[in-house]
């Protein structure tokens, strides 16, 4: 199975991420998780996206608050699938970020997600490797499926409550 990378810009974004991790954990898809800043050490970064497909893996997650250009860096540097992780910083509760993520220019897509949308992020890293894993994919089916079931266990405890 092919790794997932998950790229932060600051090890402010690891709440963020830790969902994202965790999610990745539950379905047994392998993972790294690194720090490279767009801004701060972007020859890093640019190396990292331009050996991710040879070093084995199959997504990239870039999550990044603020001038939130670490997916968009990645994108351009890689022809993996990159999923953009805007996180929320004390300035415009995170609408920077997530702009800043989602404005790429035609040739160079960025997946994006919700802000701090870490478990989000992960399920679509998933989504895009079970593609071609139909092992991963009834994973995810059994998930939606037990997700459904407890929405409507909800409904019912509400609906014997109040009606």
């Known amino acids: 199975m092919k790794k997932v990378a998950i790229i932060m810009g600051s090890d402010s974004d690891l709440p963020v991420l830790e969902k994202t991790m965790n999610t990745l954990k539950e379905f047994g898809v392998p993972y790294e998780t690194h720090v490279y800043s767009a801004h701060r050490t972007p020859d890093e970064a640019i190396a990292f996206a331009k050996s991710a497909k040879e070093n084995g893996f199959g997504v ?62 992960g399920l679509l890293a998933i989504e895009m490797l079970a593609i071609s894993d139909e092992e991963l994919s009834k994973k995810l089916l059994a998930k939606r499926l037990a997700d459904k079931e407890t929405v409507l266990s909800k409904i019912k405890a509400v609906e014997e409550k109040y009606n």
């Not at 870039?62 to 250009?69: C, F, Y």
């Open 60 to 121: 990239i997650i870039g999550a990044a608050g603020m001038a939130a250009h670490l997916a968009g860096v990645i994108a351009g540097n890689t022809v993996l699938p990159v999923i953009g992780l805007p996180c929320k910083s004390p300035c415009f509760d995170g609408m920077d970020a997530l702009l800043s993520t989602v404005m790429m220019p035609s040739g160079i897509p960025v997946a994006t997600v919700a802000v701090n949308g870490g478990v989000n992020a």
